[in-house]
């Protein structure tokens, strides 16, 4: 599975597909969002980028998880949100404009910090395989993540209507796609499934419980309003797994390390909704309790 052309050739065009999209929804004003909520974007890339990384290394010494295994959810902690933490705020009514600054800004973050953590971790596990060391391997992160972002957001501001045409059939797209890998990757490793869903699905689970509730509960600890807080949530515990999974099969060639990805990418869509409902009905309740 790993050597077919599908994997080397067809998925890493697909996420660069899917990349592409992204930057159509994204404009340099997004960019610009910093300047309007500066405390509210560095709490919640904090979280991302250093606190997740750190809760995934203890969990993967906690469940003392195979090396590969290891790495591939350290390689899920490193990868960014995406457009669906942003539909998820929108529906929980969460900070949307918050949520479209950080996923425009962890575009750009993720061909550093992908490569960057995964390598380390590929190091301390002493698996087999190597992210970020290689110049090439970089360039290749950063050919499919970054640059599809830059071309998608150019045509944007050329063309706001082929944009908005656009949105739709990339979201349908991005969604397919991450179906069929979720389920190639499991399949590739079905001899093994057994005991890989034993061991990731209950770090994966917890991870991503621990992922939503620090989103939330960081940002209002540090006294960022209800709306912020929601977005925080999502966007921390929504990743983009799309990206991790790619970079698993593709990049380091191993469908071990792209088990927790496809794992988590069904735990959660079924958690975020969950978390987003129950933390907006207790404030809904907290609401009506102060008006009475």
């Given at each position: 599975m790993n050597d077919s052309a599908l994997i080397t050739t067809g998925l890493p065009i697909a996420l660069a597909i899917i990349m592409f999209g992204l930057g159509l929804s994204l404009t340099t004003a997004d960019?610009?969002?910093?300047?309007?909520?500066?405390?509210?974007?560095?709490?919640?890339?904090?979280?991302?980028?250093?606190?997740?990384?750190?809760?995934a290394f203890g969990l993967v010494k906690s469940f003392d998880l195979d090396p590969l295994l290891a790495v591939g959810v350290l390689l899920l902690a490193a990868s960014p949100g995406g457009t669906t933490a942003n539909l998820l705020s929108h529906l929980f009514r969460g900070d949307v404009a918050l949520n479209i600054t950080l996923t425009a800004i962890n575009s750009v973050l993720a061909a550093i910090t992908i490569p960057v953590i995964?390598?380390?971790?590929?190091?301390?596990?002493?698996?087999?395989?190597?992210?970020g060391l290689q110049f090439g391997k970089v360039v290749q992160v950063i050919a499919i993540v970054l640059i599809p972002v830059g071309i998608g957001m150019s045509i944007r501001r050329r063309s706001a209507d082929f944009a908005a045409r656009a949105d739709r059939p990339v979201r349908v797209f991005s969604l397919a796609v991450l179906v069929l890998v979720s389920a190639g990757a499991l399949?590739?490793?079905?001899?093994?499934?057994?005991?890989?869903?034993?061991?990731?699905?209950?770090?994966?689970?917890?991870?991503?419980?621990?992922?939503?509730?620090?989103?939330?509960?960081?940002?209002?600890?540090?006294?960022?309003?209800?709306?912020?807080a929601i977005a925080?949530?999502?966007?921390?515990?929504?990743?983009?797994?799309?990206?991790?999974?790619?970079?698993?099969?593709?990049?380091?060639g191993s469908t071990e390390a792209a088990i927790p990805s496809a794992v988590y990418s069904v735990f959660m869509y079924v958690f975020a909704t969950a978390f987003g409902y129950v933390i907006t009905r207790r404030h809904a309740q907290a609401r009506t309790g102060l008006i009475r």
């Open positions: 960019f610009r969002g910093v300047a309007r909520t500066p405390k509210a974007v560095a709490v919640a890339l904090a979280l991302q980028v250093v606190v997740l990384p750190l809760v995964t390598n380390l971790a590929i190091e301390h596990f002493d698996a087999q395989g190597e992210l399949l590739g490793e079905r001899e093994n499934l057994a005991e890989y869903a034993q061991k990731v699905g209950v770090v994966t689970g917890i991870f991503c419980l621990a992922s939503l509730t620090l989103g939330y509960g960081g940002a209002r600890l540090l006294r960022l309003d209800e709306r912020q925080s949530s999502m966007e921390v515990g929504v990743h983009n797994t799309t990206v991790a999974l790619t970079i698993a099969l593709s990049v380091m």
